[in-house]
């Protein structure tokens, strides 16, 4: 009978400090939030880095940057569906999100769409005076990719 006190004691913990763990995002600000991700993502924590980013972009739904980081992080928990969806809001947001631009075109390397990834290459290539840094990076995913 102690047990089954126990475990239902535990049950009832359980029930009432997950969900807090769940909310307790939204009660930040939107810069706390922004910053709390970009630790979890330096770490490669994406499990946090998500969770955090969906607050974010429920406070922050026109930050095409914050959208590009939620993608990215659906993209390193292997949801590409999401992933891509949050990719094409960001660049909705903002055509000319250069890291959303080389992302996006990693998920299509993932995906094996080549030729998707190639455009976003060059849109990259347009928008860059020089080669930019995240046309390098595209451009090595793609090599590798095809080699």
């Known amino acids: 009978m102690k047990n089954i006190i126990k475990i239902k004691y535990l049950l009832l913990l359980c029930v009432l400090v997950f969900p807090l763990e769940a909310v307790?995002?939204?009660?930040?600000?939107?810069?706390?939030?922004?910053?709390?991700?970009?630790?979890?993502?330096?770490?490669?924590?994406?499990?946090?880095?998500?969770?955090?980013?969906?607050?974010y972009t429920k406070s922050k739904p026109n930050d095409s940057d914050g959208w590009n980081l939620y993608a990215f992080t659906k993209r390193k928990l292997g949801k590409y569906d999401l992933a891509e969806k949050y990719y094409k809001t960001s660049l909705e947001l903002?055509?000319?999100n250069k890291s959303a631009l080389e992302y996006q075109g990693e998920l299509f390397i993932n995906t094996g769409r080549i030729d998707l990834a190639r455009k976003n290459?060059?849109?990259?290539?347009?928008?860059?005076?020089?080669?930019?840094?995240?046309?390098?990076?595209?451009?090595?995913?793609?090599?590798?990719?095809?080699?």
């Open 24 to 55: 307790k995002y939204n009660k930040l600000d939107a810069t706390t939030l922004y910053k709390r991700a970009i630790k979890y993502l330096d770490n490669e924590n994406y499990k946090k880095a998500d969770k955090v980013l969906k607050a």
């Open 94 to 96: 903002n055509p000319e």
């Open 121 to 147: 290459l060059v849109i990259l290539e347009n928008l860059c005076s020089s080669k930019c840094f995240e046309y390098e990076e595209l451009k090595k995913s793609l090599i590798k990719a095809t080699s």
